[in-house]
């Protein structure tokens, strides 16, 4: 099977990041890294076992009313995306790790949550993100593990400087946060079934655009405060279903990114992937719909 993602695509989009965070990335490992935490190793505690990774797509809520219906929430483990964090507790389902990447994702909006539920949630933090999640779960008695990413321009030889006394986990970088906690579920937790929610990589014409939303909503872009539906509206293709649907260059480039490592993993035998979103861009080998639910 051929790669979806050429080497040349990965540099470009490395560089781009790297243009546009860099700074910033440098504020937030050194606020990252004066969080001293000394943790047990985590490193293939999970081989053997099955996970529900929870991304933050239109899709969420639909898929969380059927997992819970389907009473999946007790038999996986839970891994949810930074922003999904909020979602899933209002489900009545806490996750067992909670995954942060961005450099600028909101702590107030998706981190702040109740102090007695942190120390239920592992805290999983790039070295460069935003460090208010990594300094609140370290004052309400939190686990957090630190990775460093290793990209196409070998970034990680800058950041890791910043953690290199402290236990961290280094990955390959992904292309947006979901990609990097499924490379972090996969290869560093070693899980053997892993289930995704959420994963759409695009949002319907009239659809919602992020899983909080029970209807259209208009959520907003963090730097030019413009309606993320109509500023990251760059391409219109087919679903899963044969829908028309709408994402961003990034929603389909990493789309395709994680196509690629699913397959990769799944050649190699290391683990089992199904994509029960039921919608979106994401054509894994492995589809799947739960019995529906009821809310």
Known sequence: M????????TIEQSNRAYGRWGELWHENARRNSAIKQQNPSIASTKKGKKLILCAFGGSLQENLIDIKNNKLHHEYDIMVVDKALHTVLKHGIVPEFVYVADAQISFEKYGEINPSIIPRVNLVSCIVANYKWSEYWAKNGGKIHYTLNKDAIRTHHVYGK????????????????????????TLVLGYSEILFAGFDYSFKLNGAYYGDQDSDGAPRDTNYDLPKKHMYNHITVVDINNDLVQASNNMYFSARWLIDFVNTLEQEGKNITINITGHGILRIPNLARLKKGVA
């Open 2 to 9: 051929s790669r979806l993602i050429t080497k040349q695509e």
């Open 162 to 185: 910043y953690i290199k006394d402290q236990q961290h986990y280094i990955i390959p970088a992904a292309s947006n946060v979901a990609n990097s906690a499924y490379v972090f579920a």
